[in-house]
């Protein structure tokens, strides 16, 4: 078995909870009641996007070439 690792990003939500997302798997998004939750709602998501690639014949992404930048803005709001 290949481990994979995975960035997720989590975001609180206004009326509670976190959305989860997955950047490099394009449209795995869930969501989580709490961080804990979150974290095990993205791993049952990441494992169900892979199988599907694998079933698919299609590759599966990593992140190996990524690179990562926090850039900040004036906001003229």
Same mark, same amino acid.
């Given at each position: @078995?290949?481990? =994979?690792?995975?960035?997720? =990003? =989590?975001?609180?939500?206004?009326?509670?909870? *976190? +959305?989860?997302?997955?950047?490099?798997?394009?449209?795995?998004?869930? *969501?989580?009641?709490?961080?804990?939750?979150?974290?095990? @709602?993205?791993?049952?998501?990441?494992?169900? *996007?892979? $199988?599907? =690639?694998?079933?698919?014949? $299609?590759?599966?992404? +990593?992140?190996?070439?990524?690179? $990562? *930048?926090?850039? +900040?803005?004036?906001?003229?709001?």
């Amino acid at each position: @078995m290949k481990l =994979l690792n995975c960035r997720i =990003l =989590l975001r609180k939500e206004p009326e509670g909870g *976190y +959305t989860v997302i997955v950047p490099s798997l394009p449209g795995c998004i869930t *969501y989580g009641d709490t961080i804990d939750e979150a974290i095990k @709602m993205a791993k049952e998501a990441i494992g169900l *996007y892979i $199988e599907s =690639l694998k079933t698919h014949g $299609e590759e599966i992404p +990593t992140e190996e070439d990524t690179l $990562e *930048y926090t850039l +900040t803005i004036k906001s003229h709001a």
